[in-house]
C-alpha cells in the first residue's frame, strides 16, 4: 500500500502527470499574461497541451553529423532532471515527499542539469547557431547562478538548515522573518528569469541572433520535450521560491495549503512574466556585468542582513 | 581566439527579406562583416520598358511596400518634368500629405521592428497596434492599407474631404501623444537605452564618404534631408525642421526617427489647414515625348532616385531607381566592425533596410575585371549548366 | 554620452494599464473589420454602360480584366481575373462611361482556380 501511494506521489499526483499539465497551465498563464500586457488576445487555454501534441507527432530530424545518441538523450536527462527536484519540494504540506538533510543543495543542483544538458545537447548538434548557443547558455550559467544560490542561502541561514521542508516549518513557525529576505525574493525572481532563459536573459535563444540557440536543430518529439523541461524547471522553480521564501503552504492542510500553493507559484509566474514585458534582451557582457555588480553585491547585501538578524534576533 | 564565420542570411529570422551577410566571429565580437547582395533582384526596371507610363507608376509602386508613395511619386515627378505638366496645388498638397502619412506609417513600424530585433516585444506590439491608427487613415483616404495607387501623371486620383481632414487631424492628436509617449520610453527604458546607445556606430566623415543617407546620416550630425534640400511636392510651402543629432549611433537614429514623427504631424497639421481649393489633378498626355529627368524624393528610409528616359511613345525607354538602402548598405561594414553579434540585427535594423528596393544590378567598376554578362553569355551559361546535369536546352 | 540614470518605470505603468484594457486585436473572420466606402475591393461591372473602347484592358497594369463582344451587338461582357487584379482600381478611373466600379468587398479568397474568374455579363 505504501509502495502504491509512493508511486502514485511519484507519477500521477503532484509527480509526473500532475507537474506537466500544471507547467503547461503555468506555460499557458506566461503567455497569457504576456500577451494581454501587451494588449493582445493571447493563446486559448489549451494551446500548450496542443502545441506540445502538434510536436510530438512531427516529424523528429537529427542533424547527420549529431552524435545522435547525446543528441536524443539529453533532453531525456533534463527532464529526469527537473521531474526528481520537485519531489524535494513541499506542495501541500511542510515537509515534501522525501526529505533528507540539506537537500536545497541537491534540488539546486539538480536544476542545473537542464542548463548544462541543453549545453551538451547544443554542442553535439555540431550547428553553428547551436554551438554559439550553447557557449552563451554555459556563460550565462556564471552569471545567474552566483546570486541565486547566495538568495537562497538567506534563508537557509536564518533557519539554520539547508533542508527545504525546515526551511518551510521555519517560516511557518515565525511568518515575521519572512520579510527579512524580500530582497532576497527580488534577486531570486531576476536570477530565474535567467535560469530559465526568459527576457531579458534570453541570449542564448535570442531568436533575432541565432535561430534558436541550442534548439536550432531540435524538432519534433525531442523539441517537444526541451519545451516541457522549460516549462516544469519554470514551475519546480516558482516553488521552490514560494517554499524558501514565501513560507510555501504554511501549513494549512491538504485542501487549503494546495490552494495557496497554486496562489503562490501563479504569483511568481505572474511577476515573471510582468518582468519579461517591461524590459528588452540585454547583451552578454552586460548580463555578466549586470549580474556582478548589481545582481551578487545585493545578494550579499542580503545575506548580510540575515546574519545580522540571526545574531541579534533570533 | 579562433575566428568563425557565421554565414547570417539569407534566410534567417532576423532578417525580414533574403540578403546575405557573412560575418567573421571572435568571440562574440564582429571582426569584419560581409555583405552579399542579389537575392531579391525582381526586374522590374526591365519590366518597365514593357509597360505604358500608368501600368509603370502601379509597377513602380510595388517595388516596395512601406514606402510604396515614394517611389510613385518619385517616378510620377520624373515624368511630369518631362512632359512639362504641372499638378494643381490641391494635388501637391494631398501628395504631401500621403507621404508624411506613408513616413509615420514607416517611422511607427520601424521602432517595432528594432523593439523587437533587441528582444522588446512589448515595445513592438505597442508602435503597431498605434501604427494601425495610421493605416486606417491611409485605408480611408487612398482605399488602400499599404499601394496606395494615390498618383497619377498631372495630380492625384482621389481627393480628401473635410470629414475625412477632420478625422486625419483626430488621429494626429493621438498620434502625437503616442509619440510623446515613445520618447520618453527611448531615452529612459534603461534595458533599451543599453541596448541602443554606442551600438553601430557610424561617424560623422564615415558617414559622408559612404554616401549614407535619411535617418542614418542624420543621426551622424548631418543636415540632409531633400525636403529641405530641394523641395518638391509641397514642403516649400511648410515649416519644419530636419532633425538631427550627433550620437552617430543607433540611438540617435531611433531619436532622430522618433522626433521626425512629431515633425511629420506638424507638417500635416499645417497642410490640412490650408489645403487649398480647385482641381486635384490636371490632364496629362498618354504619349510622353521624348527626354529624360531625375526625380528626388525623401522617403523614410532616405533620398530616393529615379531617372526616367522616354522617346515619346507610351512606354519609357529607361527607368532606373536608386533606393535609400542602397545606399545606406555601404556603411553596414563599417557599423558593424567592432560589435558584438548580439547587435548585429538591431545594426542592420537601424538603417531601415528594404533589401527588394535595394536589389537592383549594378555595375562596380575598378577592380579590373569586367563582371558584366550580356544575354547571350548568360543564355550559353545556362545550356552549359545543364548540360552537365543531362538536360539539353540548346534546341529550345 | 548615454549615462545610466534613475530607474524611471515608465514602461511598467503602461503595461499594468494595459492589463485592465480590452485587447487592440480585432477577432477578425468572427468581426468584419469595417471597411471604408472608397476601399478598393472587388470591380463590378455594367454591361449596359459599356460601349467596347477596351481602355481598361489597355491601362490596367497586371493584364487582369478582359472585355469581349457577346452575340448581341453593341454589348460587352467582361472578365477579371481576381488572381491577377491588383485591385489598384485604374480600370475604373480610365473608363470613360463609369462600367466599372469598386465595391468594398476583400474577401475574395477560394478553393480552386475557377473561383478566381470573375465573370460580367
Known sequence: ?314 | MARIKVPIGPQHPALKEPESFNLVLEGERIIDAEVKLGYNHRGIEKACESRNITQCIYLIERICGICSHSHSTTFVQAVEEIAGVEPPPRALYIRTIIAELERIHSHLLWLGVAGHEVGFDTLFMYSWRDRETVMDLLALITGNRINYGMNKVGGVRRDIDSEQARLILESIDLLTERTEYYIKVAVNESTLKVRLAGVGKLPRETALSLGAVGPTVRASGIPRDIRKDDPYAAYDQVDFNVITNEYADVFGRTLVRIYELLESYQIIRALIQNLPDGPIAVKAPRKIPAGEAVSRYEAPRGENIHYVRTNGSEFPERVKVRAPTLANLASIREMLKGGFLADFPIVIAAIDPCFSCADRMIRLSGDGKDALWDWERLRNYSIDWYKLRGIDFSNR | MVSPKKFRPRMLREVIGTLVKAPATVNYPLEKPETPKSFRGRIVFDSKLCVGCKMCMRDCPSGAIRIEPTEVEKRFKCAISLDRCLFCAQCVDSCPRKALATTPEFELTCFGRKGFQDLHK
Request: with cysteine; hydrophobic share 60%; proline share 5%.
Open chain 1, 1 to 314: 500500500m505504501d509502495l502504491v501511494l509512493k508511486l502514485s506521489y511519484m507519477l500521477i499526483f503532484p509527480g509526473f502527470l500532475f507537474l506537466v499539465l500544471y507547467a503547461m497551465a503555468c506555460e499557458w498563464v506566461d503567455r497569457k499574461l504576456y500577451a494581454r500586457f501587451q494588449n493582445r488576445v493571447g493563446p486559448p487555454w489549451f494551446q500548450p497541451l496542443a502545441d506540445f501534441i502538434k510536436l510530438l507527432a512531427k516529424e523528429e530530424i537529427v542533424p547527420e553529423a549529431a552524435d545522435k545518441i547525446m543528441f536524443r538523450a539529453l533532453p531525456v536527462v533534463a527532464l529526469a532532471a527537473v521531474l526528481t527536484s520537485f519531489l524535494y519540494i513541499p506542495v501541500w504540506d511542510i515537509t515534501a515527499f522525501h526529505s533528507f538533510p540539506a537537500d536545497l543543495v541537491v534540488v539546486f543542483y539538480l536544476l542545473t542539469i537542464p542548463t548544462l544538458a541543453f549545453f551538451l545537447a547544443g554542442w553535439h548538434s555540431t550547428s553553428l547557431f547551436a554551438a554559439l548557443g550553447s557557449l552563451r547558455t554555459l556563460t550565462q550559467l556564471f552569471a545567474y547562478e552566483v546570486p541565486l544560490l547566495i538568495v537562497l542561502m538567506g534563508p537557509a541561514l536564518l533557519a539554520g538548515t539547508w533542508t527545504i521542508s525546515e526551511i518551510t516549518a521555519f517560516f511557518v513557525a515565525n511568518p515575521g522573518l519572512l520579510a527579512v529576505n524580500l530582497l532576497g525574493f527580488c534577486v531570486a525572481l531576476v536570477a530565474i528569469q535567467g535560469k530559465l532563459e526568459r527576457v531579458p536573459f534570453d541570449i542564448a535563444e535570442a531568436e533575432t541572433e541565432i535561430v534558436g540557440g541550442p534548439f536550432t536543430e531540435f524538432s519534433g518529439r525531442l523539441l517537444a520535450i526541451t519545451r516541457l523541461v522549460v516549462d516544469i524547471e519554470m514551475v519546480v522553480l516558482a516553488a521552490l521560491i514560494s517554499a524558501v521564501f514565501l513560507g510555501g503552504s504554511f501549513g494549512l492542510g491538504p485542501v487549503w495549503g494546495f490552494l495557496l500553493f497554486l496562489l503562490k507559484t501563479l504569483l511568481i509566474v505572474g511577476l515573471l512574466a510582468l518582468f519579461k514585458s517591461v524590459v528588452a534582451r540585454l547583451r552578454l557582457e552586460q548580463m555578466m556585468k549586470f549580474c556582478w555588480k548589481y545582481l551578487a553585491p545585493v545578494a550579499l547585501f542580503q545575506l548580510f542582513i540575515n546574519i545580522l538578524v540571526k545574531a541579534f534576533l533570533v
